[in-house]
């Protein structure tokens, strides 16, 4: 009688322990953080008017262009401004040497190939990249895990990648 007693209090110590680990789980407070500051910069500028993409990725056309767009494999020439939500810039090349990288294959964040796929030669967008799209859990350098980021993008050329 007392053994059995004493299994049900350690399963249910056991249960509880387990219950409460699950339940604490530290992602989940930072995703909904990361969520909450991407809809109050949402909210804060509805003059910018976001298309939310299925991959979680925000993109907005500021000027479409008339030229070519880039595919994968393409090779994209880009002048770009990368911001945090509250404005500080962290990245720039405006001013300096324009940034080629082949689209889509794994050089740049995804959110960034993504975005360069909706634009046209010649064209300015600004995308909302989620951290899932970006630089994920885990940050780069000075950007912090769970960040969204702003990049102000221009498309000034594309060369077309080789021929399937």
């Not at 500028?45 to 000027?63: A, H, I, R, W």
Request: with cysteine.
């Amino acid at each position: 009688m007392i053994k059995k007693y004493y299994q049900s209090i350690l399963w249910f110590l056991a249960t509880g322990l387990l219950v409460s680990l699950v339940s604490c789980d530290p992602a989940r407070k930072y995703e909904k953080a990361e969520s909450s500051s991407i809809q109050s910069y949402l909210t804060a500028n509805p003059t910018e008017n976001f298309t939310k993409e299925p991959s979680g990725l925000y993109y907005l056309e500021v000027l479409t262009g008339t030229g070519r767009t880039p595919v994968a494999h393409d090779t994209a020439y880009v002048i770009y401004t990368g911001k945090f939500l509250n404005g500080n810039v962290f990245a720039t090349n405006v001013g300096g040497t324009t940034l080629f990288f082949p689209v889509d294959e794994g050089y740049m964040i995804a959110g960034f190939d993504e975005g360069i796929t909706y634009m046209k030669e010649g064209g300015k967008s600004t995308f909302l990249i989620p951290s899932s799209l970006g630089y994920g859990t885990q940050g780069y350098y000075t950007i912090a895990g769970y960040t969204p980021l702003l990049y102000d993008v221009e498309l000034v050329k594309v060369i077309p990648g080789p021929s399937k």
